[in-house]
């Protein structure tokens, strides 16, 4: 059955060091979008793909975070240098946003949980 | 201060009562949705209210989306411990196209 698939599932790293995150939406799907999730912050909107094209990534922080879809089927996350106020859970969700003003329903992986030490 | 916010943040109750939950903003979106949480997963989408004044039933979950369009309920009737869960509101204002934002969640605990 159709679900968003991401890897790693849970991934340690040490401070300084690049992660990459992946997202496969769902196929057909053309939308994408990346949260982060903390017990303080809840879900935080980090960046927003249509049609592969990103659309707004105005709550990432742009020194370190990167997001880019190099095809319909996959999302890429990548955060470098890795620091330890990165640890979280990192959602990616694929839905369809067919017209300008409709708000796409999203359809979440399990995420990636992070743990920068 | 969140665009979306959610009240209460936590509620814990015995198997049987009833509860509300408020989505509330000064904003307005053209739709609401909710969703519902289980830890280890991502939220799965409950229902979308799209109309002001709309009510949508889901068993014994009533979902309302005020008249102005700025907020929204969740009424559940003789809680169940498998509701137990963190319910979140989402939608995107109207003038920020598509851009889907969550409130801070209500985290339900349903005791036997």
């Known amino acids: 059955d159709a679900r968003v698939t991401q890897t790693p599932r849970h991934k340690v790293t040490e401070m300084g060091q690049e992660v990459t995150m992946r997202c496969q939406p769902i196929?057909?799907?053309?939308?994408v979008f990346w949260y982060r999730q903390t017990m303080m912050q809840g879900l935080e909107l980090l960046a927003y793909?249509?049609?592969?094209?990103?659309?707004?990534d105005s709550g990432m922080p742009k020194d370190r975070f990167s997001a880019e879809m190099p095809d319909a089927t996959l999302a890429t996350l990548k955060i470098q240098p890795s620091e330890p106020r990165d640890s979280a859970v990192y959602f990616c969700?694929?839905?369809?946003?067919?017209?300008?003003?409709?708000?796409?329903?999203?359809?979440f992986g399990q995420g990636t949980r992070l743990t920068v030490v | 201060t969140q665009l979306l916010e959610q009240s209460p943040q936590f509620l814990s109750i015995q198997e049987g009562e009833n509860l509300t939950v408020y989505c509330n903003s000064s904003?307005?979106?053209?739709?609401l949705q909710w969703y519902r949480q289980e830890p280890g997963e991502g939220p799965v989408l409950l229902v979308t209210?799209?109309?002001?004044?709309e009510v949508k039933k889901l068993k014994r979950l009533t979902f309302q989306f005020g008249d102005a369009r700025k907020d929204s309920s969740l009424h559940i009737t003789a809680a169940q411990p498998g509701d137990t869960g963190l319910y979140l509101c989402?939608?995107?204002?109207?003038?920020?196209?598509?851009?889907?934002?969550f409130g801070g969640g209500t985290r339900l605990m349903v005791k036997p």
């Open positions: 969700a694929s839905g369809l946003g067919p017209k300008t003003g409709d708000t796409p329903e999203a359809f």
């Open positions: 196929l057909g799907h053309n939308t």
């Open positions: 793909f249509r049609n592969r094209a990103p659309l707004d």
């Open positions: 904003s307005v979106f053209s739709s």
């Open positions: 209210v799209v109309t002001g004044g």
């Open positions: 989402a939608g995107a204002p109207v003038r920020a196209g598509n851009m889907l934002t």
